[in-house]
């Protein structure tokens, strides 16, 4: 799951990525920066969400 802190502006500020099931640090730093970009409604004060992820592999490639 990925944590992100959203500011008043409703600008997300920090995102740390609570649980980790693909153990892929090239994953993981790929999401928290997507995470930084997002951007929602602002809200009245300072949020801390958690938003659950989930990746499935793909054996798409032992199709062809």
């Known amino acids: ?3 992100l802190n959203i ?4 600008v997300v500020f920090n995102t740390n990525i609570e649980s980790d099931s ?8 790929c999401v928290t920066a997507v995470g930084r970009g997002f951007r929602f409604p602002a ?3 300072q949020v801390v969400t ?10 798409a490639m032992d199709h062809e």
Do not use: C, H, N, Y
Request: glycine share 8%; net charge negative.
């Open 50 to 59: 958690t938003v659950p992820i989930v990746f499935t592999r793909s054996d």
């Open 22 to 29: 693909a153990q892929s640090q090239s994953l993981e730093d």
């Open 7 to 10: 500011g008043k502006d409703g």
């Open 43 to 45: 809200p009245s004060a």
């Open 1 to 3: 799951s990925l944590a």
